[in-house]
């Protein structure tokens, strides 16, 4: 792990998808998608309602074959180890993929216990635990807003303070990867635009995966992007490259807002 | 700031008629509406009324006879007081409560976190059933196996037991309801921060359930309360001190049975009738004051939880 700065173009990929895909009962919500998601970057993926984004995060942390009735094939390698293998154990997928939701889902607790949350499961306690969680508070940007009184239960935070919260609250579990699902759909454009300066701030220290409707978020924000259109990979890339000179008509379209 | 806007104040008034006439269909309307007013606050106090009355009825006959001994003296002919009665149903109750909330719970919550939704429907069917069986029947079904089978007779145990069958769908019933109303995104993000299953149940569903699962036994315990049938064919009857879990025991609902049969002779076991269905309602309203605080309570700290 070089911590210069300079990333490496070379650097394996931290997660890498082959051929997956996914089934529900009567359609395919996922056909043979294969990229790779870089480390310490932030990797954007567009596309319309319904095209399998959603699902392609929920199967990189093994979320998604919680929704039952979906038949997973393909392969999900994370720092090279296949995360669907029989011996892998989904819990331990997801503290080092951690995931944020749409809507800000914090826990009826204070705001210190929703960021000890995750680190608590794993038994820390005392001083430990403690100094993660404002570390990690402080990662989210929350620490000088939230100040010393930590003990305020988090459900009177603002939308996007809790937004920030959860982004806290996965970093404190210290994960290498964080998928997001469309972390600002439901936040005012202040707020969003916090959450949007973090995420460009936290690549320095963990691969991000946002999934996002906001084409100009993915523009700003995200390095290199993909463009999913009824659950294929149509288009991955540069994002600059993407939006200015995408090699497919459909990618076109859909960053010209001629559909979506 | 309207007159800033354009025609000024006059254009605004209203001649006295426009307000004032009151056309034959709005009066129709109007009359209606009084009507229905009526109609509703009648249906309200026909609900009420019976319990106010009953109360007052009990009250008069009761709070004027209370003494310290009503509470303290054991009745022995027609004198004494319900001190039996009163140790009696706090055993009872205490331990068919017990019994009724680590079975309730455990069943609910394996109902809405664990079972296969086959069983999940199954098991709430027969809550339910469970719930309408007649309590008597749960009575003969106590006698049968914990005073016969058992060859125990008529115990405490064998009442609490049978009490606990009768109460035990109420806890399970609202177990399960409260377990199966956490917000499912309260799981995911559990989940998705690498909680276990049962890491989930213990640190988050938990606390979020708890206040819907001390509803359901609150409830249980006040329906426990109110039944004579369960205990009369299993905890028998005993107007002595308290022994233990394999003697029998007497209850206020039983006192309330029996002493109100007497003949006018025993117009002292009348009052004592009276006094125990008073000390029943006082526990039961208790009961639910301490349930809406709690309830109160925990609503404040849960505001805002998004579904």
């Known amino acids: 792990m070089s911590d210069d700065g300079g990333r490496d173009v070379e650097a394996p990929p931290?997660?890498?998808?082959?051929?997956?895909?996914?089934?529900?009962?009567?359609?395919?919500?996922?056909?043979?998608v294969t990229l790779d998601i870089p480390d310490r970057d932030v990797t954007g993926i567009i596309g319309p309602s319904g095209c399998g984004k959603t699902t392609l995060i929920r199967t990189m942390n093994r979320m998604a074959e919680r929704s039952g009735g979906l038949?997973?094939?393909?392969?999900?390698?994370?720092?090279?180890?296949?995360?669907?293998?029989?011996?892998?154990?989904?819990?331990?997928?997801?503290?080092?993929?951690g995931m944020v939701f749409q809507r800000p889902v914090v826990f009826p607790m204070s705001i210190f216990d929703n960021v000890a949350f995750g680190p608590r499961l794993n038994g820390l306690d005392g001083d430990e635990l403690e100094a993660i969680v404002l570390r990690s508070l402080e990662r989210a940007g929350l620490l000088g807003e939230v100040g010393s009184d930590l003990d305020r239960p988090a459900l009177e935070l603002s939308g996007g303070q809790?937004?920030?919260?959860?982004?806290?609250?996965?970093?404190?579990?210290?994960?290498?990867?964080?998928?997001?699902?469309?972390?600002?759909?439901?936040?005012?454009?202040?707020?969003?635009?916090?959450?949007?300066?973090?995420?460009?701030?936290?690549?320095?220290?963990?691969?991000?995966?946002?999934?996002?409707?906001?084409?100009?978020?993915?523009?700003?924000?995200?390095?290199?992007?993909?463009?999913?259109?009824?659950?294929?990979?149509?288009?991955?890339?540069?994002?600059?490259?993407?939006?200015?000179?995408?090699?497919?008509?459909?990618?076109?379209?859909?960053?010209?807002?001629?559909?979506? | 700031m309207i007159r800033d806007r354009g025609a000024g104040p006059t254009a605004l008034a209203a001649d006295g008629a426009e307000l004032a006439a009151v056309s034959p269909r709005l009066r129709h309307r109007l009359r209606l509406d009084g009507i229905v007013r009526w109609a509703l606050l009648g249906a309200f106090a026909a609900v009420f009324f019976p319990l106010f009355d009953m109360i007052y009825w009990v009250s008069v006959r009761a709070v004027p006879k209370f003494t310290l001994a009503t509470f303290t003296e054991y009745q022995v002919g027609n004198a004494g007081?319900?001190?039996?009665?009163?140790?009696?149903?706090?055993?009872?109750?205490?331990?068919?409560?017990?019994?009724?909330?680590?079975?309730?719970?455990?069943a609910g919550i394996y109902t809405a976190e664990y079972a296969p939704p086959a069983v999940a429907r199954i098991g709430r069917l027969a809550g339910n059933v469970l719930a309408g069986i007649p309590a008597i029947v749960i009575g003969y079904f106590g006698y049968f196996l914990f005073a016969l089978y058992t060859g125990w007779g008529y115990t405490t145990l064998g009442g609490a037991l049978t009490l606990s069958v009768l109460m035990?769908?109420?806890?399970?019933?609202?177990?399960?309801?409260?377990?199966?109303?956490?917000?499912?995104?309260?799981?995911?993000?559990?989940?998705?921060?690498?909680?276990?299953?049962?890491?989930?149940?213990r640190r988050l569903a938990w606390p979020i359930a708890l206040p819907t699962v001390l509803t359901g036994v609150f409830l249980a315990m006040a329906i426990g309360l109110g039944e004579t049938a369960p205990l009369v064919y299993t905890a028998g009857w005993s107007n002595t001190p308290w022994t233990g879990l394999f003697s029998p025991t007497s209850f206020l609902t039983g006192a309330i049975w029996l002493f109100y049969e007497?003949?006018?002779?025993?117009?002292?076991?009348?009052?004592?009738?009276?006094?125990?269905?008073?000390?029943?309602?006082?526990i039961v309203v208790a009961l639910n004051l301490g349930l809406q605080w709690l309830a109160d309570r925990y609503r404040r700290r849960l505001r805002g939880l998004g579904a």
Do not use: W
């Not at chain 1, 890339?237 to 379209?253: A, H, I, S, Y």
């Open chain 1, 162 to 260: 809790q937004q920030r919260l959860c982004i806290a609250r996965a970093l404190a579990v210290e994960p290498r990867v964080l998928l997001l699902d469309e972390p600002t759909a439901s936040l005012d454009p202040i707020a969003a635009q916090r959450v949007e300066a973090l995420l460009f701030e936290l690549r320095r220290e963990y691969a991000v995966v946002l999934v996002t409707h906001n084409l100009q978020q993915a523009a700003r924000v995200a390095t290199r992007t993909a463009f999913l259109y009824q659950g294929r990979l149509i288009e991955y890339d540069e994002t600059k490259r993407l939006f200015e000179t995408p090699r497919e008509k459909l990618t076109e379209n859909y960053v010209t807002g001629r559909f979506g």
């Open chain 1, 14 to 32: 931290i997660i890498s998808v082959r051929e997956l895909t996914v089934r529900a009962r009567d359609r395919v919500i996922l056909e043979r």
């Open chain 2, 262 to 282: 007497q003949p006018p002779t025993l117009g002292a076991l009348l009052t004592l009738a009276f006094q125990a269905a008073f000390l029943l309602i006082v």
């Open chain 2, 81 to 106: 007081g319900l001190a039996a009665m009163i140790e009696g149903t706090f055993v009872l109750i205490g331990l068919a409560t017990a019994f009724a909330t680590s079975i309730g719970l455990i």
């Open chain 1, 71 to 97: 038949a997973i094939s393909g392969s999900v390698r994370y720092r090279g180890q296949e995360i669907y293998a029989p011996e892998v154990n989904p819990v331990l997928v997801r503290q080092k993929i």
């Open chain 2, 168 to 201: 035990v769908p109420f806890v399970y019933r609202t177990a399960d309801l409260a377990f199966s109303s956490v917000p499912a995104s309260q799981r995911e993000a559990a989940l998705a921060l690498g909680a276990r299953r049962h890491q989930y149940l």
